[in-house]
């Protein structure tokens, strides 16, 4: 092969290895604050882009934990198809079903041990998944399954941040369980973080 021969296979095995979407740093953040109004705090509101250009692989395996006697994350957003791992860190055995959507009962273990679902079988989302324990009827978590990575939970105080969304224009919603709020539009430029504010009232 010839020094310029060699240089081709390489740029052609860099673009072919190159990353489908947006090119590295050509996105930008969604920000801002959620103020859930009659509640104490405004955390797990989840922020999201309803629909992005494209189809999206499943995420890496979260792991949702059944400790002191709650789910925790209490809410917890996946990208369809990701797998969830239920896990039990109680000295005593706890149950999971949901009586949403397809509906599951993954059955009763003990501390320690663990099963998997994934979650793939959501036609339009967002699909909501309320997970229970027959052991412990207080016991409630969350899981949404979205059609794109790009969403984020909010903390105590409300705030959210969404990393890297490629450029575009989209549409922002967001879920609580117990308030609700219009979906609003925006549109990211390319290294230019924009700011969504909501407010939810029930
Ligand atoms: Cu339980």
């Given at each position: 092969m010839t020094r310029h021969s060699i240089l081709f296979v390489v740029i052609a095995a860099a673009i072919l290895v190159a990353p489908v979407g947006?090119?590295?740093?050509a996105g930008a953040s969604i920000a801002g604050t959620v103020k859930v109004t009659g509640l104490a705090t405004s955390a797990d509101v989840v922020v999201y882009v309803q629909e992005a250009p494209g189809t999206f692989p499943p995420g890496k395996p979260v792991v949702m934990d059944q400790k002191s006697m709650q789910f925790i994350p209490h809410v917890l957003p996946v990208v369809a198809g990701t797998a969830v791992k239920f896990v039990n860190s109680d000295p005593t055995p706890h149950n999971v079903f949901s009586p949403d959507n397809e509906k599951y009962n993954l059955g009763t273990w003990p501390q320690g041990q663990s099963k998997d679902y994934t979650f793939?079988?959501?036609?339009?989302?967002?699909c909501v998944y309320t997970q229970l324990c027959k052991v412990h009827p207080e016991m409630e978590g969350y899981i949404v399954v979205l059609q794109n990575p790009y969403f984020a939970v909010t903390d105590k105080a409300g705030h959210y941040e969404i990393a890297n969304v490629p450029p575009g224009n989209y549409t922002l919603a967001v879920w609580h369980t117990r308030t609700k709020a219009q979906p609003k539009p925006v549109t990211v430029e390319a290294a230019k973080p924009a700011t969504v504010d909501f407010v939810l009232a029930r």
């Open positions: 947006p090119l590295n740093g793939n079988k959501c036609a339009k989302p967002p």
